[in-house]
């Protein structure tokens, strides 16, 4: 069965420092990953995704992931934060077949400090 | 941009009521889901339809709960007699065909139960 781990569930950082989330994953078949974006009091915003090619993917507002097959991690980064990206950050997989539903880790949440 | 809405924004019930979420995905789109997130819980998927049918569904989604697209925009999430632990918020999300990989979502329906 696929599952999604998201190793730390609160990051604070001061702003305009360097973040990296992270989230590993289990699949035993193709994987496609994605990490989404929930501001306080707003639904899902797609962050940026990993289909296939290559594996360092960017995304909207700066940040970029680094699918990594051999140590199944999927870790989100972004080199200099804002206030604004204060969010809770989800990472997910999507389940095998034509229609298959997102797997959700438990969330990450960013506190961006000035 | 087109955009998955969803109503009402909020949802106060009490328990043992019958309560109708509404989502109404982008105009081109084929496959919705439903999905919840119990507050400070991860996201979960709930259902997933397509060609007027349930093509898939967790274990969560018993008996309680349906799902239906009534008049080809609308697609609804009914819940028959709420319970204390149905209280989270509830998203929609959809995709164009199977081809298409990368859900998107709608701001969600928070539900309360008291």
């Known amino acids: 069965a696929q599952s999604v781990t998201q190793l730390d569930s609160q990051v604070p950082v001061f702003e305009e420092a360097p973040v990296e989330l992270r989230c590993n994953y289990s699949?035993?078949?193709?994987?496609?990953l994605f990490w989404y974006v929930q501001y306080p009091n707003q639904g899902l915003q797609l962050l940026l995704k990993y289909l296939s090619g290559s594996t360092l993917v960017k995304g909207i507002n700066g940040f970029e992931a680094e699918f990594n097959k051999s140590q199944t991690s999927f870790h989100l980064r972004k080199p200099s934060v804002h206030i604004s990206d204060t969010a809770e950050y989800f990472c997910?997989?999507?389940?095998?077949?034509?229609?298959?539903?997102?797997?959700f880790g438990k969330g990450t949440k960013l506190s961006v400090k000035p | 941009e087109p955009e998955v809405t969803q109503t009402p924004s909020h949802q106060v019930t009490q328990m043992g009521q019958e309560v109708i979420l509404r989502c109404v995905p982008i105009?081109?789109?084929?496959?919705f889901y439903w999905y919840r997130q119990i507050l400070g819980q991860k996201v979960e998927f709930l259902v997933s339809f397509y060609n007027n049918e349930i093509s898939e569904k967790s274990e969560i989604f018993d008996d309680q709960f349906s799902v239906e697209r009534p008049d080809g925009s609308n697609f609804t999430l009914k819940i028959r007699s709420t319970k204390l632990e149905d209280s989270a918020m509830y998203f929609c999300a959809s995709i164009p065909t199977s081809g298409r990989l990368e859900q998107y979502f709608g701001p969600g329906t928070r539900l309360t139960v008291t």
């Open positions: 105009s081109n789109h084929l496959y």
């Open positions: 699949s035993s078949v193709s994987v496609y």
């Open positions: 997910a997989v999507r389940r095998g077949g034509s229609q298959g539903n997102l797997i």
